[in-house]
């Protein structure tokens, strides 16, 4: 490997691969059901497997022996998997032909698979279980259950008759199964706020077996512990949730990663298993919000844990405070200049300035199911409006509007129930009359008195706002920002962004926008030409940006645990 550039674009749906060891054959599992075989050095499709199974193919191996192994699966972790019940199976196909030599049954939904070639057994993981197979008659060798609600991901040593999983309750096990299941140790993750369906989504030995790798979608880093399960690497450098490691054949200390938002990492690790202490970064915890005091004399940011108050002028840290915060915590100043409301995954906090001492508490969202995903207050006061996405029953997730006259004694105004899907963002008209709410449908425009929907307008939005001074409405749909008026009739697009908008924010004619691309873009509102971009070499998706009233400050929050301070300056 001397390079990241693409040597060819294979046109299949591809969920599974799997490189013979010479590098000349490529096996690709689709979400058919289906294995396919590439030649890797001219990117052609030799042959496709005779037979095919019901489902994704999730994994793709070879025995050593002239056979290729495929098992189907469900695919997307940490969503629904104590409601996914559907039969998985698992294909045993002749290398040089891709005909079918056997098939079985798993008799239960099946999330990963391994082959353990000291073994000659197919491993995979279910809900709570792991369970093992004789891969040429299909005979099941036998089960084990770790406790947990869900195994996501297994692999196998590379010499000894041991495998290791990731389940749902941030653990690696790793076993014994010489005989038969026998548990040899659990390594704890750390328990990070956040996400309650998250877990490890991908664990892996390195390649003589004394180091184990493991993920989690809350840091985003690949974690390195020794044979004693002590942590001794833990890298960042993905923007997304890491949903797959695996070692590259033929060396000793590279691994390669891959995330949701389809960004891989090559690692190139010390070959030394006793100096990974090399591998650990310090980077400081990721704001995921920031924002300007009333008076704009100091900026707060809100991470998963902790808020900040800062001196503008200076940069100076005036004061920090610990909250019971989460992945998707975010802030919003109370324009009575003396309080800060900060959400955490089901409560909106109100925190005094500056002191950030929390004086209040309001439990807003009902149901563990959910958690909140975006927190805004109206221009005079009165009202917060608090959107959620539920993992479960994603269709019943709901809005919370919020008298807060009184930060101290908010009472709640409405629920919105009838969106019928996951929501992501809000925003409130400047009179306070209205509000608009985006998420994985159609944004609507509502009535901030009883929720009432006024209007369905554009497509499902990651950000929405309104355009100062007007009616009109703004926003992110995928990687472009679009221009509404209060009727639904498109306006105005703003282009230029590679990947998603996470935030943006509004000053007279200008809009600025934070994507998940690496970059900042400054829009011209009315014709919608880019004016600026800002990039760093350093910089992975923004998710939150903001800017003062006289747009000579503007602030960025970036994934790598840095917030950027911008001033405009003229050539």
Same mark, same amino acid.
């Given at each position: 490997?001397?390079? %990241?550039?693409?040597?060819?674009?294979?046109?299949?749906?591809?969920?599974?691969?799997? &490189?013979?060891?010479?590098?000349?054959?490529?096996?690709?599992?689709?979400?058919?059901?289906?294995?396919?075989?590439?030649?890797?050095?001219?990117?052609?499709?030799?042959?496709?497997?005779?037979?095919?199974?019901?489902?994704?193919?999730?994994?793709?191996?070879?025995?050593?022996?002239?056979?290729?192994?495929?098992?189907?699966?469900?695919?997307?972790?940490?969503?629904?998997?104590?409601?996914?019940?559907?039969?998985? #199976?698992?294909?045993?196909?002749?290398?040089?032909?891709?005909?079918?030599?056997?098939?079985?049954?798993?008799?239960?939904?099946?999330?990963?698979?391994?082959? *353990?070639?000291?073994?000659?057994?197919?491993?995979?993981?279910?809900?709570?279980?792991?369970?093992?197979?004789?891969?040429?008659? %299909? #005979?099941?060798?036998?089960?084990?259950?770790?406790?947990?609600?869900?195994?996501?991901?297994?692999?196998?040593?590379?010499?000894?008759?041991?495998?290791? /999983? %990731?389940?749902?309750?941030?653990?690696?096990?790793?076993?014994?199964?010489?005989?038969?299941?026998?548990?040899?140790?659990?390594?704890?993750?750390?328990?990070?706020?956040?996400?309650?369906?998250?877990?490890?989504?991908?664990?892996?030995? *390195?390649?003589?077996?004394?180091?184990?790798?493991?993920?989690?979608?809350?840091?985003?880093? +690949?974690?390195?512990?020794?044979?004693?399960?002590? +942590?001794?690497?833990?890298?960042?450098?993905?923007?997304?949730?890491?949903?797959?490691?695996?070692?590259?054949? %033929?060396?000793?200390?590279?691994?390669?990663?891959?995330?949701?938002?389809?960004?891989?990492?090559?690692?190139?690790?010390?070959?030394? *298993?006793?100096?990974?202490?090399?591998?650990?970064?310090?980077?400081?915890?990721?704001? &995921?919000?920031?924002?300007?005091?009333?008076?704009?004399?100091?900026?707060?940011?809100?991470?998963?844990?902790?808020?900040?108050?800062?001196?503008?002028?200076?940069?100076?840290?005036?004061? !920090?405070?610990?909250?019971?915060?989460?992945?998707?915590?975010?802030?919003?100043?109370?324009?009575?200049?003396?309080?800060?409301?900060?959400?955490?995954?089901?409560?909106?906090?109100?925190?005094?300035?500056?002191?950030?001492?929390?004086?209040?508490?309001?439990?807003?969202?009902?149901?563990?199911?959910?958690?909140?995903?975006?927190?805004?207050?109206?221009?005079?006061?009165?009202?917060?409006?608090?959107?959620?996405?539920?993992?479960? *029953?994603?269709?019943?997730?709901?809005?919370?509007?919020?008298?807060?006259?009184?930060?101290?004694?908010?009472?709640? +105004?409405?629920?919105?129930?009838?969106?019928?899907?996951?929501?992501?963002?809000?925003?409130?008209?400047?009179?306070?009359?209205?509000?608009?709410?985006?998420?994985?449908?159609?944004?609507?425009?509502?009535?901030?008195?009883?929720?009432?929907?006024?209007?369905?307008?554009?497509?499902?939005?990651?950000?929405?706002?309104?355009?100062?001074?007007? /009616?009109?409405?703004?926003? #992110?749909?995928?990687?472009?920002?679009?221009?509404?008026?209060?009727?639904?009739?498109?306006?105005?697009?703003?282009?230029?962004?590679?990947?998603?908008?996470?935030?943006?924010?509004?000053?007279?004619?200008?809009?600025? /926008?934070?994507?998940?691309?690496?970059?900042?873009?400054?829009?011209?509102?009315?014709?919608?030409?880019?004016?600026?971009?800002?990039?760093?070499?350093?910089?992975?998706?923004?998710?939150?940006?903001?800017?003062?009233?006289?747009?000579?400050?503007? +602030?960025?929050?970036?994934?790598?645990?840095?917030?950027?301070?911008?001033?405009?300056? !003229?050539?």
């Amino acid at each position: 490997m001397s390079s %990241g550039e693409a040597l060819h674009m294979l046109n299949v749906s591809a969920f599974s691969v799997c &490189l013979t060891e010479d590098a000349e054959s490529l096996f690709v599992g689709d979400k058919e059901g289906s294995v396919h075989c590439y030649d890797v050095e001219s990117g052609a499709l030799i042959r496709t497997s005779s037979g095919s199974m019901k489902g994704a193919v999730v994994w793709v191996g070879l025995d050593g022996a002239g056979n290729v192994i495929a098992g189907t699966g469900y695919s997307r972790k940490a969503i629904s998997w104590d409601g996914y019940q559907e039969e998985n #199976a698992v294909m045993v196909l002749d290398m040089k032909t891709l005909d079918l030599k056997n098939s079985w049954s798993t008799g239960k939904p099946a999330w990963h698979y391994c082959f *353990n070639k000291s073994k000659q057994l197919v491993f995979s993981t279910h809900n709570g279980e792991v369970s093992a197979w004789n891969h040429l008659t %299909g #005979a099941e060798w036998g089960t084990a259950s770790d406790g947990s609600g869900c195994i996501y991901c297994i692999d196998t040593h590379p010499t000894k008759s041991r495998v290791i /999983t %990731g389940n749902n309750d941030l653990k690696v096990v790793e076993w014994d199964v010489s005989d038969s299941f026998q548990q040899l140790r659990t390594i704890q993750l750390p328990e990070l706020s956040g996400w309650r369906f998250g877990g490890v989504w991908s664990t892996k030995y *390195n390649f003589d077996g004394e180091v184990i790798y493991a993920t989690e979608p809350h840091s985003e880093s +690949l974690k390195i512990y020794d044979q004693s399960s002590n +942590l001794v690497g833990d890298v960042k450098g993905h923007p997304e949730c890491i949903n797959r490691i695996n070692i590259i054949p %033929g060396t000793s200390n590279q691994v390669i990663s891959t995330d949701r938002d389809s960004f891989t990492i090559v690692w190139s690790l010390p070959e030394d *298993n006793m100096n990974l202490d090399a591998c650990k970064q310090e980077i400081d915890d990721k704001v &995921l919000w920031v924002g300007f005091s009333v008076d704009e004399a100091q900026f707060a940011t809100v991470s998963d844990a902790m808020v900040r108050l800062y001196e503008c002028g200076s940069g100076e840290l005036l004061k !920090s405070a610990e909250i019971a915060g989460f992945y998707r915590s975010c802030g919003a100043f109370h324009p009575d200049g003396i309080h800060l409301l900060v959400s955490g995954r089901m409560t909106v906090m109100v925190l005094e300035l500056p002191t950030l001492k929390v004086v209040a508490t309001y439990e807003v969202l009902k149901t563990d199911d959910g958690s909140s995903t975006a927190l805004v207050i109206s221009k005079d006061g009165t009202k917060f409006l608090v959107p959620e996405c539920r993992n479960m *029953n994603s269709d019943k997730s709901k809005a919370f509007g919020w008298d807060c006259s009184d930060p101290l004694k908010a009472t709640e +105004l409405f629920i919105k129930s009838d969106y019928g899907a996951r929501m992501f963002s809000c925003a409130i008209s400047d009179d306070s009359s209205k509000a608009v709410i985006g998420g994985h449908a159609p944004s609507i425009l509502i009535s901030m008195v009883d929720g009432a929907t006024l209007k369905h307008i554009g497509n499902g939005a990651f950000f929405a706002g309104f355009v100062p001074n007007s /009616t009109d409405i703004i926003f #992110a749909e995928s990687s472009r920002l679009m221009r509404y008026d209060s009727e639904g009739g498109q306006i105005m697009s703003y282009s230029g962004h590679s990947a998603a908008i996470n935030d943006a924010c509004l000053l007279n004619n200008h809009v600025i /926008t934070g994507s998940n691309d690496g970059s900042l873009r400054l829009f011209d509102l009315e014709t919608g030409k880019c004016l600026y971009a800002f990039f760093n070499h350093r910089s992975e998706s923004f998710n939150a940006v903001a800017v003062n009233s006289t747009g000579d400050m503007v +602030l960025g929050a970036n994934s790598n645990g840095m917030l950027y301070i911008l001033v405009p300056y !003229s050539d």
